[in-house]
T-cell receptor, first 117, second 113 residues
Framework: DARVTQTPRDKVTEMGQEVTMRCQPI?????VFWYRQTMMQGLELLAY????????DSGMPKDRFSAEMPDATLATLKIQPSEPRDSAVYFC???????????????FGQGTRLTVV | GESVGLHLPTLSVQEGDNSIINCAYS??????FIWYKQESGKGPQFIID?????DKRQGQRVTVLLNKTVKHLSLQIAATQPGDSAVYFC????????????FGKGTSLLVTP
């Protein structure tokens, strides 16, 4: 049963600490999305990758957030330093997009619930 | 102090009735649309999709209607069941958004017995 795996599921950290969230996309998927979900803003796109190359990270605060794909089986989202306003659920999703995204739907992981105190 | 959260539209239906959830989009270049269902504590789950060259698509108990003229999308759920209670999101993508998948704010569906 292919699925997107995110770790950790829950993370509580103190303000100022570095946080790293990991995502294992579905094997063979070449598109990876990072979303943040809060009560105030709903689902916000932070960044996404196609074939490991960043396509758009304009939704991400550049001064503290960074997203990478070290290889095709791992995507990371890092916050340094973390702030209380970063508290949210962070979702990773993957899709198999060829010439255009619209070839198939994106599958979501279970999310990482981040609490910064 | 009191926190102010996102006010989701809420649709309450009785078990067995049909549900219709609506979504408006603004990007006229959008060419692919998806409905997702999100249950509490879980990630969004794909329900059904539709491409811009279609105006209707049917799945098991669900139908998506697309009206490109007025940029409107709807999800119809037949014979709604308690397990259908969740938040429903529409999402769209297209060439001029770089094929990023953009989500609407969501509608909360509550199915009562």
């Amino acid at each position: 049963d292919a699925r997107v795996t995110q770790t950790p599921r829950d993370k509580v950290t103190e303000m100022g600490q570095e946080v790293t969230m990991r995502c294992q996309p579905i094997l063979g998927h070449n598109t990876v999305f990072w979303y943040r979900q809060t009560m105030m803003q709903g689902l916000e796109l932070l960044a996404y990758f196609r074939n490991r190359a960043p396509l758009d990270d304009s939704g991400m605060p550049k001064d503290r957030f960074s997203a990478e794909m070290p290889d095709a089986t791992l995507a990371t989202l890092k916050i340094q330093p973390s702030e209380p306003r970063d508290s949210a659920v962070y979702f990773c999703a993957s899709a198999q997009g060829d010439r255009a995204f619209g070839d198939t739907e994106a599958f979501f992981g279970q999310g990482t619930r981040l609490t910064v105190v | 102090g009191e926190s102010v959260g996102l006010h989701l539209p809420t649709l309450s239906v009785q078990e067995g009735d049909n549900s219709i959830i609506n979504c408006a989009y603004s990007n006229s270049a959008s060419d692919y649309f998806i409905w997702y269902k999100q249950e509490s504590g879980k990630g969004p789950q794909f329900i059904i999709d539709i491409r811009s060259n279609m105006d209707k698509r049917q799945g098991q108990r669900v139908t998506v209607l697309l009206n490109k003229t007025v940029k409107h999308l709807s999800l119809q759920i037949a014979a709604t069941q308690p397990g259908d209670s969740a938040v429903y999101f529409c999402a769209e993508t297209g060439s001029n958004s770089g094929y990023a998948l953009n989500f609407g704010k969501g509608t909360s569906l509550l199915v009562t017995p």
